[in-house]
């Protein structure tokens, strides 16, 4: 494997899309969201009429007809469908809800798949990827696997404080339930269910401070540098 990639994964509201670009920045590396394609994917057969539970095939003829681009820069990343940002629009309510039906077919994850495999190939050092099945499906040979956990009660809290921020209101118990719909969802599906990965380290961010959680993982990244450098030194000599 070429690239070096740090998989992210967990359930909504684990702290997935805070700390991974962040861990991202601070390393130099590129950033991969998963679940952004997800959200494009559905925001785009969404605004087409497309049945969002049995055209995962033409869903993908009209994402590669229509064009999705991922801009990234050193410090942000926009997504283009068509040439129009989508950005902000992909995380309005209705949008994740629609995303975890598309994210149930196994054509739409087998795109996904190889659209994240090739940005990491483009990634001239290192990738942080987040997602539900990175470690486990989409970078099996990943040189560090995190799974992160947190209560659904702090998960929801979160999920509602990030909603409130882009202009969405909900109640708790709407946001906890949710969520707790697509943890079921997600968990049984059949095609790349959210587990973690065998060798993944599992981390709980209930009671965790952002700064807290974020130190711990950039030492067990720099870790892992430091000994897959080493391995393939030993390799090469």
Not at 50 to 73: N, P
Not at 150 to 164: G, I
Not at 188 to 203: E, F, G, L, T, W
Not at 216 to 230: P, W
């Amino acid at each position: 494997m070429s690239r070096v990639v740090v998989t992210i994964d967990g359930p909504a509201g684990s702290g997935k899309s805070t700390l991974a670009p962040e861990l991202a920045s601070r390393m130099g590396w590129s950033h991969l969201d998963s679940g952004a394609l997800y959200r494009v994917l559905a925001w785009l057969a969404s605004r087409r009429g497309l049945d969002l539970t049995t055209t995962g095939t033409s869903i993908i003829h009209l994402a590669d007809e229509v064009g999705i681009d991922l801009q990234r820069t050193a410090t942000s990343q926009k997504f283009l469908v068509g040439g129009e940002d989508v950005t902000e629009g992909i995380r309005a309510p209705e949008v994740s809800h629609a995303a975890s039906h598309v994210a149930k077919l196994p054509e739409i994850r087998d795109w996904v798949v190889r659209r994240l495999r090739g940005l990491a190939d483009q990634s001239p050092d290192g990738v942080v990827a987040d997602g539900r099945d990175m470690g486990t499906v989409v970078f099996p040979d990943a040189i560090l696997k995190i799974f992160l956990e947190a209560s659904a009660d702090e998960r929801a809290r979160r999920r509602q404080k990030e909603l409130a921020e882009r202009g969405y209101e909900q109640t708790l118990d709407t946001v906890r339930m949710e969520l707790l719909s697509r943890d079921d969802v997600d968990r049984n599906r059949a095609h790349s269910p959210m587990v973690p990965a065998k060798d993944a380290i599992h981390i709980d961010t209930t009671d965790c401070s952002v700064a807290e959680v974020t130190a711990r993982v950039e030492k067990l990244i720099r870790r892992a540098v430091d000994d897959n450098n080493t391995q393939t030194n030993e390799n090469a000599s």
